[in-house]
């Protein structure tokens, strides 16, 4: 499969925590994506990260890959309550492809506690 | 702007019954998708179209059939419906290149 896996499937943490999440693959990748779904809505793209960066930033969001180990992790820094949600890890596999399919893991669900 | 747009947003079939449904971007994008989410599976694609004009099977292209309209509209047909096709269908879209994916809010959709 070329699926990203996350993990764990299912963090809990208090208000002002960090939350940290964890992707791996297998393939090799064009690019990783982050996307966040809040129960009942659709998914909303957080960061992308491509195969020659090894982090990015955006507000409270740290995004690390390591394309040796073919991992990458998500930090949210001071969670707030309304970061309770599903994070998904998408990879594009298909590098100088202009299809852009991605391949979704199944999500790890976060419940930051007020 | 509405961005992606997906009706209906609930839908109750019967098995047998056959139904299509409607995605409508206004970004002009140029590709898009159907996923299909199963509780703890993640998404996964069903079919995409990589630029108007063009359709390409996906992950788990059986049983259903697509159309791609015009450059804002790509269409999801069941033609027969089945009890395993119960799920929450996404549709998404693409400008070009190394750019991200966006989603509508989904159909959820039971068949008895």
């Known amino acids: 499969s070329q699926q990203g896996e996350e993990d764990p499937q299912a963090l809990s943490i208090q208000e002002g925590e960090n939350a940290t999440m964890n992707c791996s693959y297998k393939t090799s990748i064009n690019n990783l994506q982050w996307y966040r779904q809040n129960s009942g809505r659709g998914l909303v793209h957080l960061i992308l990260i491509r195969s020659n960066e090894r982090e990015k930033h955006s507000g409270r969001l740290r995004v690390t890959l390591d394309t040796s180990k073919k991992s990458s992790s998500l930090l949210i820094t001071a969670s707030r309550a309304a970061d309770t949600a599903s994070y998904f890890c998408?990879?594009?596999?298909?590098?100088?492809?202009?299809?852009?399919?991605?391949?979704f893991g199944r999500g790890t669900q976060l419940t930051v506690w007020p | 702007n509405a961005g992606v747009t997906q009706t209906p947003k609930f839908q109750v079939l019967k098995t047998g019954q056959s139904m299509t449904l409607q995605c409508a971007q206004d970004m002009n994008h140029n590709s898009m998708y159907w996923y299909r989410q199963d509780p703890g599976m993640g998404l996964r694609l069903i079919y995409y179209s990589a630029s108007e004009g063009t359709t390409d099977k996906g992950e788990v292209p059986n049983g259903y059939n697509v159309s791609r309209l015009n450059k804002r509209e790509f269409s999801l047909r069941l033609e027969s419906a089945a009890p395993s096709q119960t799920s929450v269908y996404f549709c998404?879209?693409?400008?070009?290149?190394?750019?991200?994916?966006?989603f509508g809010d989904g159909t959820r959709l039971s068949i008895l």
């Open positions: 998408a990879t594009d596999p298909e590098r100088g492809s202009t299809l852009g399919r991605l391949y």
């Open positions: 998404a879209s693409r400008r070009q290149g190394d750019q991200p994916q966006h």
